[in-house]
C-alpha cells in the first residue's frame, strides 16, 4: 500500500531552477532510504540522488553543485531542489523507496530554451 506521488516538473529555460516534491504513504517513511532517478528520451532509468533515512545524501557526479536532495520525516516528503539546469536534464523524474525497488509515476522535467 505504499503510494509516492511526484509533482513540481515542468519547462524552464536552462539555468533555471525547479523544485520537486514526492509525497510518500508509507508508515516507514522515516526508516526508508529514498531516491530521485530519472529517464531520459531513448535512455534507462538513472541514479540521480538518494538520501539516508537521517539525511545522509549521495549523487551522480553530473548533478553534484547543482542538485539538493533532502526529505521531512514529519511529512513523508522528499524534494529535490534543481538548480542551474542544463538541457541534458531533460527526463522523467521518479522517486523511488531504494530498497523495495518502488516507483512513483513520474514527473516530467523540461530544460529549454
Known amino acids: 500500500q505504499v503510494q509516492l506521488v511526484e509533482s513540481g516538473g515542468g519547462l524552464v529555460q536552462p539555468g533555471g531552477s525547479l523544485r520537486l516534491s514526492c509525497a510518500a504513504s508509507d508508515r516507514l517513511f522515516r526508516i526508508r532510504t529514498m531516491g530521485w532517478y530519472h529517464q531520459g528520451p531513448g535512455k534507462q532509468r538513472e541514479f540521480v540522488a538518494t538520501?539516508?533515512?537521517?539525511?545522509?545524501?549521495n549523487y551522480a557526479d553530473s548533478v553534484k553543485g547543482r542538485f539538493t536532495i533532502s526529505r521531512d520525516n514529519d511529512k513523508k516528503t522528499m524534494y529535490l531542489q534543481m538548480n542551474n539546469l542544463k538541457p541534458g536534464d531533460t527526463a522523467v523524474y521518479y522517486c523511488?523507496?531504494?530498497?523495495?525497488?518502488?516507483w512513483g509515476q513520474g514527473t516530467q522535467v523540461t530544460v529549454s530554451s
Open positions: 523511488s523507496v531504494v530498497s523495495l525497488n518502488f
Open positions: 538520501i539516508t533515512s537521517v539525511g545522509v545524501a
